[in-house]
């Protein structure tokens, strides 16, 4: 029988979509799930370096998220304590323009629900990005309000900015994501973790 990572990495529903973007590239859908993970990190959609890795966060992103997240490498990519299931799981590709992107509904719409009733000792959710928060949160908002209002998401979800180095910026401009947000999230997923 044939999981359903393997499923989804299988998937070629975005073929067409993905050949005639700026990349042409062909699908490559990039799992990373156990149905024994404590901590969710709902994403946008793999980049460029992880659609070639086919490892997720496997660039400066991923160093950053870390960073925040306060846990190794050893412990990020261990599939049994955390699920990283983004909103698509392959790479949109680029416009013309060179931009991102955004990750096709068809994706979320196919494979989101079945992959998150296959983890049910999720104690923490960190979501990052537009996409991920309009499905978690059930509504769009502003970024930078969605992140100062983390206390109102419940204890077991964090709102995130994208840890991209595009970023770096809000994060100057935010000196309080990193004094109240970040101590305050290293320790839910140390609980999570350790639960």
């Known amino acids: 029988m044939t999981s359903l990572a393997e499923e989804i990495s299988n998937c070629a529903l975005c073929k067409e979509r993905f050949a005639v973007t700026a990349t042409g590239h062909a699908p490559r859908p990039v799992t990373w799930f156990e149905p024994k993970a404590r901590i969710l990190i709902a994403g946008q959609a793999p980049g460029m370096k992880v659609h070639h890795s086919g490892k997720p966060f496997t660039d400066p992103s991923g160093e950053r998220l870390r960073e925040w997240m306060a846990v190794s490498p050893e412990v990020f990519y261990d599939r049994a304590r955390i699920a990283i299931v983004p909103m698509a799981f ?15 509904r068809i994706c979320a719409e196919t494979w989101r629900d079945r992959v998150l009733t296959t983890l049910p000792d999720i104690r923490l959710k960190l979501v990052i ?3 991920a928060m ?40 935010n000196p309080w994501f990193e004094a109240e947000v970040l101590p305050r999230l290293r320790k839910r997923i140390k609980d999570a973790l350790n639960d």
């Open 90 to 104: 392959c790479f949109p590709g680029y416009s013309a323009s060179g931009s991102d992107l955004p990750p096709p």
């Open 134 to 173: 309009k499905y978690h949160l059930g509504r769009k908002m502003p970024v930078t309000e969605a992140v100062k209002g983390w206390r109102s998401h419940g204890p077991d979800t964090f709102v995130l900015p994208h840890p991209s180095w595009r970023n770096t910026g809000w994060l100057k401009k």
């Open 129 to 131: 990005g537009g996409y």
